[in-house]
T-cell receptor, first 113, second 113 residues
Framework: GENVEQHPSTLSVQEGDSAVIKCTYS??????FPWYKQELGKRPQLIID?????GEKKDQRIAVTLNKTAKHFSLHITETQPEDSAVYFC????????????FGAGTRLAVHP | GAGVSQSPRYKVAKRGQDVALRCDPI?????LFWYQQALGQGPEFLTY????????KSGLPSDRFFAERPEGSVSTLKIQRTQQEDSAVYLC???????????FGSGTRLTVV
């Protein structure tokens, strides 16, 4: 089955700096890679996703890149703000709303003013 | 409904007690997923349904865990003879085949004492 590894487990940056979180996956059948943000005590919320037919996707300050050959994908946050502080989870799965996702262990991002 | 609703929000159970956790998905969402999230960890897949059919229950940790969705809408996750290691947040998510990504509920925090 699918296995997703996520690094780093914690990340501390100064406001305005960039943050990068990396994930690797094992199952070549996976073709959908979402990223979720979870604030303390709240539900995970989808912030961006990418499918295997594209290599990069950007939405304002966040971007995701995918390397299917190497089986890794990354989240990039530019111009970080204190409200970006949260736990971020990557996930991988075969795609579509009817398939399970396997999640990474999470990265706790702290953005210091 | 407008979102995925889970109840109760918090549950304290004595060891050995049975519990039932409810999930009410977004109206029209045919897929429903249950995840277990231990403190400081990523969501771990338990089981999922497409309509009333349970398509994958490979993540259920033991035969004490049972999930059902008899009419293809509301789902219940039942845990029999609860143990301390069952303490976690249980997240429900719903989706539909023509969209990507899940919508999560707020979760039920189960504490077994």
């Amino acid at each position: 089955g699918e296995n997703v590894e996520q690094h780093p487990s914690t990340l501390s940056v100064q406001e305005g700096d960039s943050a990068v979180i990396k994930c690797t996956y094992s199952d070549s059948a996976s073709n959908y890679f979402p990223w979720y943000k979870q604030e303390l005590g709240k539900r995970p919320q989808l912030i961006i996703d990418i499918r295997s037919n594209v290599g990069e996707k950007k939405d304002q300050r966040i971007a995701v890149t995918l390397n299917k050959t190497a089986k890794h994908f990354s989240l990039h946050i530019t111009e970080t703000q204190p409200e970006d502080s949260a736990v971020y989870f990557c996930a991988a799965g075969p795609g579509g709303g009817y398939n399970k996702l396997i999640f990474g262990a999470g990265t706790r991002l702290a953005v210091h003013p | 409904g407008a979102g995925v609703s889970q109840s109760p929000r918090y549950k304290v159970a004595k060891r050995g007690q049975d519990v039932a956790l409810r999930c009410d998905p977004i109206s029209g969402h045919v897929s429903l997923f249950w995840y277990q999230q231990a403190l400081g960890q990523g969501p771990e897949f338990l089981t999922y349904f497409q309509n009333e059919a349970q398509l994958d229950k490979s993540g259920l940790p033991s035969d004490r865990f049972f999930a059902e969705r008899p009419e293809g809408s509301v789902s219940t996750l039942k845990i029999q003879r609860t143990q301390q290691e069952d303490s976690a947040v249980y997240l429900c998510a719903s989706s539909t085949p023509d969209i990507y990504g899940y919508t999560f509920g707020s979760g039920t925090r189960l504490t077994v004492v």
